[in-house]
């Protein structure tokens, strides 16, 4: 009989599971997914605004690159990379910010942001250090909070709004707080909301940063996705205590690729160095061909800034129409709604069942109740369409 224990022998005691994996916590996308399965028309097509997964073509120049770069024998790159690839990402970042950087020992690459995001906390935390802490600003990127229950941290959770923007001020954090901070994470432009934080609130974390001794951990992962003027971005105010984590998915529709890089102070990129051979390498190196590739190049950006652009104002128009609100939304490809009816699953749960789906400001913490974020990440024709059968939720929506 299937799983009958053999005489004279006991059940196996099972081996043990992080709490947090014990916990069986579901990713928000898992929880989305499952009720859009339930949800959805038979039949009719889904086209997703939840993820922040473009649906435009990578660069034809960035894909031959990555072809050309293919060998016939692929062995394991360096946890460093490539001279070249960090050579390229530190002239990015002279171009774009006129902060100069050393490629050897101030940028690292990475598998992606998403990676280097939720191992951040697993290298630099100590459970014996009295800065237990973390501080995040709610609603957020769902990694920050779940990195920091694996890696044991007390994480500190900031809500942001309306009164202020939906921007982080560090003035509301309890002095007593700041002193057993481990990591602040600043993520600008701001995802789910859009909004971008000033250069000069960045410079008074960082100066609390240096004055109680914890890392400033700054995502900017939409920095070039933007409207108006460039985002500024936290290696401006000085790298000592700051890492700041950049990748290709958005900027360059790369999100297959897994390509990024961490940048800042150079005693933390020697730390993380030494940590990163426990747990993986560089990306392979014909993709670290194609990111040298689209790191070199701007005139690609602009092309999808544009795309970015056309969307943007096909819904900014049709939710002014509706009488809809949009709070934020300096920046990204996201657009922050204040959810007709005020319960933000209720309304997505009205969309999926025209086989549209975005993503409930609540999934990403309680502060975003209330709100919906549209990732404008279909094409203009999909975004046509899904605007036409936005017409279906009637006037009382």
């Known amino acids: 009989m299937a799983g009958r224990v053999p005489e004279g022998l006991t059940r196996s005691v099972r081996g043990p599971l992080h709490p947090e994996i014990a916990s069986r916590r579901e990713y928000p996308f898992s929880v989305l997914a499952r009720r859009l399965r339930e949800l959805a028309p038979a039949g009719r097509r889904v086209i997703a605004f939840s993820a922040g997964d473009p649906r435009e073509e990578t660069p034809a120049f960035i894909r031959d690159a990555l072809k050309q770069a293919v060998p016939a024998m692929s062995g394991y790159p360096s946890v460093a990379g490539r001279p070249e690839l960090r050579a390229a990402c530190a002239r990015w970042v002279q171009r774009h ?70 921007r982080f001020d560090p003035g509301v954090v309890p002095e007593d707080v700041w002193t057993r901070t481990a990591i602040v994470w600043l993520n600008t432009p701001h995802n789910p909301t859009g909004a971008v934080l000033p250069l000069e609130t960045i410079e008074r974390v960082l100066k609390l940063a240096r004055r109680h001794g914890f890392w400033v951990a700054s995502d900017e992962a939409y920095g070039e996705v933007f409207f108006g003027e460039r985002p500024p971005s936290a290696l401006q105010c000085g790298t000592e205590n700051l890492i700041v984590f950049q990748t290709l998915s958005k900027r360059s529709a790369m999100t297959g690729y897994r390509s990024g890089f961490m940048a800042g102070d150079a005693d933390l990129l020697d730390a993380l160095r030494r940590f990163r051979p426990s747990v993986g390498v560089a990306t392979p190196e014909f993709v670290q061909e194609a990111a040298v590739a689209a790191w070199n190049d701007d005139a690609h950006t602009e092309d999808q800034r544009g795309r970015y652009a056309a969307k943007r104002r096909l819904f900014t128009d049709y939710f002014a129409k509706r009488g809809w609100t949009i709070e934020a939304s300096e920046a990204t490809f996201y657009l922050w709604l204040k959810a007709p009816g005020g319960d933000d699953v209720a309304f997505v749960e009205r969309l999926m069942r025209l086989g549209l789906v975005a993503l409930p400001g609540s999934y990403l913490g309680e502060a975003g109740s209330g709100f919906v974020r ?10 046509r369409e899904a605007i036409v059968r936005l017409e279906e939720l009637g006037e009382d929506a």
């Open 374 to 383: 549209f990732a404008l990440v279909p094409t203009v024709e999909d975004c």
């Open 97 to 166: 910010f006129g902060v100069t950087l050393d490629p050897d020992t101030q940028i690292l690459p990475a598998n992606g942001s998403k990676e280097a995001v939720f191992l951040f906390p697993l290298a630099v935390f100590d459970p014996n250090d009295a800065r237990d802490t973390i501080v995040i600003p709610s609603p957020a990127y769902p990694v920050y909070e779940a990195s920091a229950r694996i890696a044991g941290a007390r994480s500190y959770l900031v809500p942001l709004g309306s009164r202020n923007g939906w």
